[in-house]
């Protein structure tokens, strides 16, 4: 069949919208009919070649959608179903998903390549070439076809267009506070940057009981969206934030600061440890560029006289097929904003416009919406 997607072809390049071919499912494999797609900082790095992924490459990965065909040996969902990706997929089988580590799969190690985990070939193709996947998904697109793997059913209530951002921010945010950094009653929390992950990061962190959330964002609409999900304050960098916490705090510092910058830099990893308490975490949830020079800069005297822990965190850490059903239980009990993560709504022919939005600082989250 034919269908539109939005195709990078090379790094350093807008996306090229276009119509594609699309093969049937094969064994094991989903044909969706994709409802909307947010859109994460995530595919922007694939833009700049900070992740290198084999291109061309239909991107976007935080998708949600019905179920149009299954292919052979597909026994759990059928016609009609709603589901959101997963962006890792969860097999259920390896010695991660086995043990409560979904996000760390087996199969997410065939990311980067972008092919179908049944065979390793490719089911999209155009202008003659065939072509890969974000996260093996391919969400900036009105169909696609996607492993069994990567599906997770959720009820048909929540509207596909909020349900999109449980399949990365919103389990990624969350996760990252309430799982990675452990947040606990009475916490002091950092957040650094406040795109659709921080703004997850402090919704996690305020339901986990967190006493104070401060939100370092560079951009004053992100500082007041910041107080909308739950921070106490804001400041506008982490170099403004180290003398501010330590007043605040009376020279205790933070128990956890989560780090959800648009890009990582490893310079600035000396600042963020600066922040955190004696015994202190700080999670790394922020995507630094594959080639990034020069390591991280931070004194790791530091680390060892203060105890204090440095971790990374992928999909917050969590199990998409336990806490995508879970996060969108709280959002239908008012518990999780989702509503307020949706700045702009764009059309998939508006996604270089939606993507300049995120760069210029407008959005938490935009969302492609299909129909
Ligand atoms: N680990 C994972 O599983 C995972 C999953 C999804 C996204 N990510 C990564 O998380 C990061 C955030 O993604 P997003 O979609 O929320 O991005 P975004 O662009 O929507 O938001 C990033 C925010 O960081 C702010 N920022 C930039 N530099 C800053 C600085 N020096 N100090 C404080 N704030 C700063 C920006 O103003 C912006 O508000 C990206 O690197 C993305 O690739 C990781
Ligand atoms: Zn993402
Ligand atoms: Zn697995």
Redesign the pocket.
Known sequence: MKTKAAVLWEVNAPWSVEEIELDAPGPGEVLVKIAASG????D??LTTGD?PFALPIVGGHEGAGVVEQVGEGVSWIAPGDHVVFG?IPSCGRCPSCSTGHQ?LCDLGALMGLGLQISDGTSRHHAQGKDLTLMCMLGTFAHHTVVNEASCIKIEKDVPLDKACLLG??VV??WG?AVYAADVTPGDTVVV????????NAIQGAKIAGAKRIVA????EF?REKAMEFGATHTV???AEALPFLQELTWGTMANKVIM??????GQ?MGEAMALAAKRGRVV?????PAFEMGGANMSLLDLTLMEKQLV?????SGNPRADIPKLLGMYREGQLDLDGLVTNTYTLDDINQGYQD??D?K???GVLVYE
């Open positions: 859109m994460c900082h995530s922007e790095h992740l962006f996000n990365c921010g990624t945010g990252s650094v940057g406040v795109g659709g992950i921080g703004a370092i964002d560079p951009v992100k506008s960098s982490m959800t910058m648009g890009v990582g830099d600035l790394v949830t922020n995507i630094h990374g965190s992928l999909f917050g995120m760069r600082g959005n938490i989250r």
